[in-house]
């Protein structure tokens, strides 16, 4: 059958399943069939609450057999020897960031167990406010020669004051040069925001390394993060994307860190786990992912150029870096293996604004990623579907409740509502706190320690060194 119309074939029949399954949510939520209900319907289930448990009992079981996937690979990991091992670079975005967070990421990328990890770290702003981040770098990783580092008063895509055609092409050609033949390297240039950082330390790398690995200035990195997403990627070539397990650094801070905590388990262990169980990982998070260079190098300039609706996107940076590669074909995965803690807002109003950016970016890239729903499982389109208008059925409750509804049925829905994060956060703390409790051990704290792979590279003390040594508190 010729190519063409095995797509077409795809693209018809993908878009009737979704039209099926939003048409069966639509029927159940317009009839409001009950099955039980009490005499002034105060409390009932019915047709539409039925399916809505069952996608959770289905995703559930998808992940936990997506979870038992990932145990059977064993422990301890063994790293390939020089000649047949891929390359890989580390790229750590940095704007503004918390000197002390900045310390312990760079420290963290210091002790990863992978052998000649190459580190880019990018400073968004060259003013002399921007100095202490360069100054970090010196303390933590400048202390050898193979250490690079440049302030450019430019950018890849804005030319710097007083800048001149040629001086711009120069600085081009130095910034490439520092990160292409130093192991740790530093690169301050002119303000452009997360996605022109993040092209600066792609593009100069260009086709140097097999696999680029990316991460947040507030992120600590467990040592065996970068070798057990390589080995997912290395374990079927049809994968472009992978990524880790983010928890919460410092979730005990206030309540929202600490809630946000409780849905970044549920997020990572439960939906992502469950998506990579179908190759569909719908966005790799930017404290920690990997991607296969060769496809990133294909798709950089679409990716940095993307706008919607003829604006240029300035945020969604690494949902739509996820997206491009589900656009080629290739699958996208997640690992609990490898983990890393990144810091999370503790104001309202801060988590506020960084919700709202996600929000915005999910809706949009769902909108992208609706072109692409053939080349996958149709999982991918199954869970879009539900996820994505879902919120508008959540809507719609609500205005019935309050035009319609009695106070009762407004304070039931209100409190059923909670039910299933409530539930969530049981589990969560459970596994927290008793499982991980009874096989980790804690230190003085309290804090539960990471268990990493057995992997000793180097004489060194930093070489593997767990991420407990970084936390605040600890021995370094």
């Not at 970044?264 to 966005?283: D, I, K, L, T």
Request: proline share 4%.
């Amino acid at each position: 059958m010729p190519v063409q119309l095995t797509t077409a074939l795809r693209v018809v029949g993908t878009s009737l399943f979704a039209l099926a399954v939003l048409g069966g949510i639509l029927a159940a939520y317009v009839t409001g069939y009950q099955f039980i209900h009490t005499e002034k319907h105060y409390l009932s289930f019915g047709l539409y609450g039925a399916i809505l448990g069952l996608h959770l009992l289905i995703q559930s079981l998808f992940a936990f057999l997506e979870h038992r996937r990932m145990r059977r690979a064993g422990w301890p990991l063994k790293v390939p020897a020089a000649p047949s091992r891929r390359s890989v670079a580390l790229c750590i975005a940095a704007y503004q960031e918390d000197p002390d967070y900045l310390r312990k990421c760079l420290r963290s990328a210091q002790r990863i167990a992978f052998p000649d990890l190459k580190v880019v770290m990018v400073v968004d702003g060259n003013r002399q406010e921007d100095a202490y981040m360069l100054d970090i770098f010196h303390e933590v990783l400048g202390g050898t020669e193979q250490a690079g580092f440049f302030v450019w008063r430019s950018n890849f895509h804005e030319a710097g004051e007083g800048e001149t055609e040629a001086s711009l092409q120069e600085g081009m050609d130095r910034v490439r040069d520092v990160v292409r033949t130093s192991t740790f390297s530093c690169i301050m240039q002119k303000w452009g925001g997360k996605r022109e950082v993040m092209y600066t330390a792609f593009k100069a790398l260009g086709d140097s390394v097999d696999y680029i690995q990316v991460c947040d200035s507030d992120t600590v990195l467990d040592p065996a993060c970068t070798i057990e997403m390589l080995r997912v990627l290395e374990e079927d070539p049809q994968v472009g994307g992978v990524g880790g397990d983010v928890q919460i650094l410092n979730k005990y801070d206030s309540w929202i860190s600490f809630l946000s905590s409780v849905r970044y388990w549920m997020a990572f262990n439960v939906e992502r786990a469950c998506q990579s169980y179908f190759g569909c990982v719908q966005c790799i998070s930017g404290p920690l992912g990997m991607y296969r260079n060769s496809l990133l190098q294909q798709f950089l300039e679409d990716w940095y150029h993307q706008k919607f609706l003829g604006s240029k996107c300035s945020f969604g940076d690494d949902r739509h870096l996820t997206n491009r590669v589900l656009s080629l074909g290739y699958r996208t995965k997640y690992t609990a293996r490898s983990k890393c803690l990144t810091e999370t807002p503790t104001k309202y109003l801060r988590w506020l604004n960084q919700q709202t950016r996600w929000s915005k970016s999910y809706f949009r890239e769902w909108l992208y990623n609706s072109l692409w729903f053939h080349k996958h499982h149709l999982w991918m389109t199954y869970e879009s579907v539900v996820t994505g208008f879902f919120p508008f059925f959540l809507i719609a409750t609500v205005i019935q409740l309050f035009y319609r509804g009695r106070i009762w049925n407004i304070l039931l829905f209100l409190l059923t509502v909670q039910l299933p994060p409530a539930s969530q956060d049981l589990c969560h703390c459970y596994h927290q706190q008793v499982w991980l409790g009874h096989f980790w051990p804690k230190n003085h704290r309290g804090e539960l320690h990471w268990p990493h792979p057995c992997v000793h590279l180097g004489s060194g003390p930093s070489r593997g060194a767990g991420l407990h040594s970084l936390l605040p508190g600890s021995v370094q």
